[in-house]
């Protein structure tokens, strides 16, 4: 397969892209409604965890270098675990596609274009999703460079504002409602790094395979340090916000920052930086549901699939009308899907594959003595 090769920073913003389109809608709600006062100890055990999981996985894929998830599991099962797997990406690239624009879309819809349907605002984001993977993987990767450090920057240029609101006092009881929801049921909340996905997919794009530790890492690290700065701001500079779910929690914080004493509706040109950054994961994403199809049916051009895979993520993206279902069962996706997928199926994969090819190196000794 051809893929276009990637440098270290480049295959960073490819895994940092999803993280950063959950954070601007509602990961930290999602975190502290589980975790409360506790949630800063919780994300920094969260951060230690994921850390402790990327060194594993990249440990075991130097193994399989320049090989991506779909080889190892056709190196481990033959063509039907491959076929099998490859389904169940392009299922969740699909799903987790809808739901973030659906629910991007519904927050616009309430703060600012209440006169339009959401279907509409839905089709734009899709429209550009469609021209731009039309336009080749490289204009998507190039693209998707320049978005995440400045989406990554309006995010932190959001705390800056909100500094003088900071109080420790807030964040009493430390550990709110126990040791058991930060460390044993808290532990879950590892689904936050699930822009991990990427980097079971990364290794034949590395230029330089020998890099994969390094992005692993440090992609890691920056998620975990941006959740960690969120749930800081919110839980020391906002006694209310358990209560907010309106828009997202990082809306809140610049609504309620000393960034309105200098701009006059502020939020505008954040939420103008989050829709580019939902435009271009979507983007990403469908680049990869096109790359695993073509891996699985061999086609030579499945760029222009990029209209159907658009076409079935807006229908599926309509599916549900209640904003609170579509709220719960998003959450629910994000969570258990990333939690089975990337920390479940994909890791158990590598394990026995490494497992495989270990006895039959055995074996292949044993036979030359």
């Not at 190039?142 to 807030?170: H, M, Q």
Request: charged share 15%.
């Amino acid at each position: 397969m051809n893929y276009t090769k990637l440098g270290n920073f480049e295959a960073i913003c490819l895994i940092v892209i999803l993280f950063i389109n959950h954070l601007v809608l509602n990961l930290p709600q999602i975190i502290l409604d589980n975790s409360a006062n506790a949630s800063i100890l919780n994300c920094i055990y969260i951060l230690a965890l994921s850390l402790i999981f990327v060194l594993l996985i990249a440990k075991l894929l130097k193994n399989f270098a320049g090989l991506d998830i779909i080889d190892i599991s056709e190196y481990l099962g033959g063509k039907f675990l491959k076929i099998l797997i490859g389904i169940l990406c392009i299922i969740y690239l699909i799903i987790e596609s809808s739901f973030l624009v659906r629910m991007f879309s519904k927050n616009l819809f309430l703060a600012y274009f209440n006169n339009y349907p959401i279907s509409f605002i839905i089709f734009m984001f899709l429209f550009i999703v469609v021209v731009a993977n039309l336009m080749g993987r490289r204009s998507i990767i190039k693209v998707n460079t320049i978005i995440v450090p400045i989406a990554l920057f309006s995010i932190l240029f959001t705390f800056v504002f909100v500094a003088d609101l900071l109080r420790v006092e807030l964040s009493l009881p430390i550990l709110a409602n126990g040791a058991k929801k930060i460390f044993i049921t808290g532990a879950s909340n590892v689904f936050a790094f699930n822009g991990l996905f990427f980097l079971f997919f990364i290794s034949p794009l590395l230029d330089k395979k020998e890099n994969m530790p390094k992005v692993a890492f440090s992609s890691t690290l920056i998620c975990g340090m941006f959740l960690l700065l969120s749930i800081i701001a919110l839980v020391f500079g906002f006694s209310d916000i358990y209560s907010v779910v309106r828009i997202s929690p990082l809306y809140f914080i610049i609504i309620n920052s000393k960034l309105t004493s200098f701009l006059e509706r502020p939020e505008i040109i954040f939420i103008f930086i989050w829709a580019l950054a939902l435009m271009s994961f979507i983007s990403v994403a469908v680049m990869f549901v096109l790359n695993i199809f073509k891996k699985l049916t061999n086609m030579k051009k499945v760029q222009n699939l990029s209209i159907t895979v658009c076409t079935i993520i807006f229908v599926v993206s309509l599916l549900i009308n209640n904003v609170f279902t579509l709220e719960k069962t998003a959450n629910f996706f994000y969570k258990y899907a990333s939690l089975i997928l990337i920390f479940g199926v994909f890791s158990l994969i590598l394990i026995c594959a490494n497992i495989k090819k270990k006895i039959s190196k055995k074996d292949l000794i044993t036979y030359r003595e």
